[in-house]
């Protein structure tokens, strides 16, 4: 059973940066690929990226595209989200997933890709 651990949240203005970090445990977590989310006061939870088990794939959101860079750190069993030039309407709980399947050669917005979860981290942007 994988543990998965968000930090990095804020309050920030529009046009400013955050750093989000997923930190895990309790698996290995160099051979699945990990996602990110989020859920917007009064919405659904949507994807906004993923990177493959290795890091060699990332797949973004059209929202998220140009704007956010998602990577990952196997050595540290950490992943990031680098978000710049924020607007208010990336405010939402942010979450961190991992993949249910080990080596996964694809990756996806499905949520129901992955099985474990995080906690979430609050991002607020001002205007």
């Known amino acids: 059973q994988v543990q998965l651990v968000e930090s990095g949240g804020g309050l920030v203005q529009a046009g400013g940066s955050l750093r989000l970090s997923c930190a895990t445990s309790?698996?290995?977590?160099?051979?699945?690929?990990m996602g990110w989310f989020r859920r917007a006061p009064g919405k659904e939870r949507e994807f906004v990226a993923a990177?493959?088990?290795?890091?060699?794939?990332?797949y973004y959101a059209s929202s998220a595209k140009g704007r956010f860079t998602i990577s990952r750190d196997n050595t540290k069993n950490t992943m990031y989200l680098q978000m710049n030039s924020l607007r208010p309407e990336d405010t939402a709980v942010y979450y961190c997933?991992?993949?249910?399947?080990?080596?996964?050669?694809?990756?996806?917005?499905?949520?129901?890709?992955?099985?474990?979860w995080g906690q979430g981290t609050q991002v607020t942007v001002s205007s």
């Open positions: 997933a991992a993949d249910r399947t080990i080596y996964r050669s694809s990756l996806s917005s499905d949520d129901g890709q992955y099985g474990s």
């Open positions: 309790g698996r290995t977590f160099s051979g699945y690929a």
């Open positions: 990177i493959g088990w290795d890091g060699g794939m990332t």
